[in-house]
């Protein structure tokens, strides 16, 4: 008989029937893509920790500011140990809309930064991701 493979779980809202090989295989898909978003997560990372330490003119870093918004910074120049950046002229409120401000002006103003500096900052969050 069907009804003996499910069991009812009630709840306030609704009722659903239970079946544990698809709670099993449910949980199985779950983990494997927690496994895989953290490797992505991971290999990120190292890449950011590499484009930071082997700058090149034209890097885009989004970074967090101090008052909550994001913008980005683009390498300017790189002279040995030392690293000259633009900051976008805009800010954005969400980190979603960090995209939106490529198209936005650069200030011509640099900004020296090392490269010690740079990881360090990518370390503690403020830099959230690398663009070469």
């Known amino acids: 008989m069907a009804v003996d493979k499910y069991k009812l779980i009630s709840s306030p809202f609704m009722v659903i029937p239970y079946n544990k090989?698809?709670?099993?295989?449910?949980l199985l898909l779950l983990i494997g893509a927690t496994i895989v978003w953290r490797i992505l997560e991971h290999n990120n990372d190292k890449k950011n920790i590499?484009?930071?330490l082997q700058p090149q003119v034209g890097d885009i870093y989004e970074m967090a500011t101090e008052n909550g918004h994001y913008t980005l910074l683009k390498v300017g120049k790189v002279a040995g140990e030392s690293v000259l950046v633009h900051i976008n002229e805009y800010e954005a409120n969400k980190k979603s809309q960090i995209s939106q401000l490529r198209d936005e002006p650069f200030r011509p103003e640099e900004i020296?930064?090392?490269k010690q500096t740079l990881r360090v900052?990518?370390?503690?969050?403020?830099i959230l991701n690398v663009e070469r």
């Open 121 to 126: 900052m990518l370390k503690e969050g403020k």
């Open 21 to 26: 090989k698809l709670l099993i295989v449910t």
């Open 112 to 114: 020296l930064f090392t």
């Open 50 to 52: 590499q484009l930071v």
